[in-house]
C-alpha cells in the first residue's frame, strides 16, 4: 500500500529530446506527489510537484502529468540537455494527518542526455 | 527556497566508535525533521520521523538503540550512529519541511573502516 514504482531504471536521451519518467502508486491516501533530482554525492532537490486536483502542471522545461484513476503520474522534461543528466525520483505522501511529511520514494530513474 | 544544512559531509570512522550527523533548518522552524539512508544507487529509505521535544518515530526495521535521534530544538535534529559498524557505511540524509515542501540536506557519507 506504501508502495510508489518507478520506471524505467535508467533513461538515455539525446540532448533536446524528450525524457519520460513514470510512477505508480497504490495508496489512494496520497495526495501530493513531488518529483525530485539528485546529483551524485548530494541531496535531493524538487524540481515540481502536483495535488491530485490537477491533471498537468508545467514549470519551465518540467510538466507532470497526473492521471487519478489510473494512480500514475509522470514526469516529462522537454528539450533534454546534458545537465540534466541526474538521477530522478518521484514521490508521494500525505498532506494531512499523522504521516504529514513522511516521503515515500520510487526507485529512482537514472538520466543520462547525450550532447 | 529554505535551507537545510548537514554536518558532516563525509565522515570516516573505526569499527565500534559513534558518529554524530547534524541537521540545521537556518532559516525556519521544523518541529519535525526525517532522516533517510541511501545506497548506492538505490533509492532514500526513511529511517525515521524526528520530533522537536518527544521521542523520535522510527520506520519497521529501524534499530532505535543503534540509531540515536534527538531533536533537541526547533532547528536542529542530530543522528547518533552507535557501535558503527561497516555494514553501517551509507549516505544519510535529513530533510525539513517547510508547508507542504520538502528541503533535504546535503548528505553524510558515513564509511565505517
Known amino acids: 500500500q506504501q508502495q510508489v514504482k518507478q520506471s524505467p531504471q535508467s533513461l538515455i536521451v539525446q540532448k533536446g529530446g524528450i525524457s519520460i519518467i513514470n510512477c505508480a502508486y497504490e495508496n489512494t491516501a496520497f495526495d501530493y506527489f513531488p518529483w525530485y533530482q539528485q546529483f551524485p554525492g548530494k541531496g535531493p532537490a524538487l524540481l515540481i510537484a502536483?495535488?491530485?486536483?490537477?491533471s498537468e502542471k508545467k514549470e519551465g522545461r518540467f510538466t507532470i502529468s497526473f492521471n487519478k484513476s489510473a494512480k500514475q503520474f509522470s514526469l516529462h522534461i522537454m528539450d533534454s540537455q546534458p545537465g540534466d543528466s541526474a538521477t530522478y525520483f518521484c514521490a508521494a505522501s500525505r498532506y494531512g494527518g499523522t504521516s504529514y511529511g513522511k516521503l515515500t520514494f520510487g526507485q529512482g530513474t537514472i538520466l543520462t542526455v547525450h550532447p | 527556497g529554505a535551507v537545510v544544512s548537514q554536518h558532516p559531509s563525509w565522515v570516516i570512522c573505526k569499527s565500534g566508535t559513534s558518529v554524530k550527523i547534524e541537521c540545521r533548518s537556518l532559516?525556519?522552524?521544523?518541529?519535525?525533521m526525517f532522516w533517510y539512508r541511501q545506497f548506492p544507487k538505490q533509492s532514500l529509505m526513511l529511517m525515521a520521523t524526528?520530533?522537536?521535544?518527544?521521542?523520535?518515530?522510527?520506520e519497521q526495521g529501524v534499530e532505535k538503540d543503534k540509531f540515536l535521534i534527538n531533536h533537541a530544538s526547533l532547528t536542529l535534529s542530530t543522528l547518533t550512529v552507535t557501535s558503527a559498524h561497516p555494514e553501517d557505511s551509507s549516505f544519510y540524509i535529513c530533510?525539513?519541511?517547510?508547508?507542504?515542501?520538502?528541503?533535504f540536506g546535503q548528505g553524510t557519507r558515513l564509511t565505517v573502516v
Open positions: 532559516d525556519f522552524q521544523a518541529t519535525t
Open positions: 502536483i495535488r491530485p486536483d490537477v
Open positions: 524526528s520530533n522537536e521535544g518527544s521521542k523520535a518515530t522510527y
Open positions: 530533510s525539513a519541511n517547510m508547508v507542504s515542501e520538502a528541503f
